[in-house]
């Protein structure tokens, strides 16, 4: 199953984890309050915060790409709201805020103005140095998320997208995708995006950071 496996990696990787502590512990109210007058974003963990890089050209190109080919209504005629990196999700059951670099929530029932709590979907754009903490940690805790439908791993050197996606039957499901001919299809927004699309402008014979 997708999600044994996975915390099985942060478990591997907890070592890496710790080297990263920025603070000593603060609870969630201290750190929601400190992160609407930070110079520099922090996500947090079970009481712990980090500072986050600043992210390459095309990394925010890749983001924007996205955003852009998606729909801005859900199946059920919803209208729906697409945020890049700067709103985080809370992910409740892990005690954990991220800012993922694409979020997507369609319901009206968000109570807080500076996160979601109910996404459909969330998007990665990965690099050498978030990856681990992208399909590990994240994974764990955005599976979690009963609102969920789709979560994407977008990586920035090559034409590579992971989707692990909500199966009404079986649960979590994962689909790889490596051709820039090959679509992927969203269940929310209900959004058809082809590798091309996702990747327009981008020249992989330059590096990627």
């Not at 930070?38 to 983001?63: F, K, L, N, P, Q």
């Not at 979601?116 to 805790?141: F, G, H, M, N, R």
Request: charged share 25%; with cysteine; glycine share 4%.
């Amino acid at each position: 199953m997708v999600v044994s496996a996975l915390i099985m990696g942060v478990l591997i990787m907890s070592a890496n984890k710790m080297a990263q502590v920025d603070s000593a512990y603060i609870t969630e109210q201290e750190y929601l309050e400190g992160e609407k007058f930070a110079e520099e974003r922090h996500e947090y963990v079970d009481g712990v915060t980090y500072a986050m890089a600043g992210a390459s050209r095309r990394h925010g190109r890749i983001a924007v790409n996205f955003a852009r080919k998606l729909s801005l209504t859900d199946r059920q005629g919803n209208p729906c709201d697409i945020y890049l990196s700067d709103v985080k999700v809370r992910a409740t059951r892990s005690k954990a805020y991220y800012y993922p670099d694409v979020l997507v929530g369609c319901t009206a029932d968000e109570s807080d103005t500076h996160y979601l709590e109910q996404p459909c979907l969330i998007v990665e754009v990965t690099s050498k140095s978030t990856q681990w903490k992208d399909y590990t940690e994240k994974a764990v805790a955005y599976q979690k998320l009963a609102s969920l439908q789709a979560y994407l791993i977008v990586a920035q050197d090559q034409p590579l997208v992971t989707m692990y996606y909500r199966d009404a039957e079986t649960g979590w499901e994962v689909a790889r995708f490596d051709g820039l001919e090959q679509a992927l299809t969203l269940p929310c927004p209900e959004s058809t995006l082809t590798l091309a699309e996702i990747y327009e402008g981008i020249d992989f014979t330059q590096p990627a950071e």
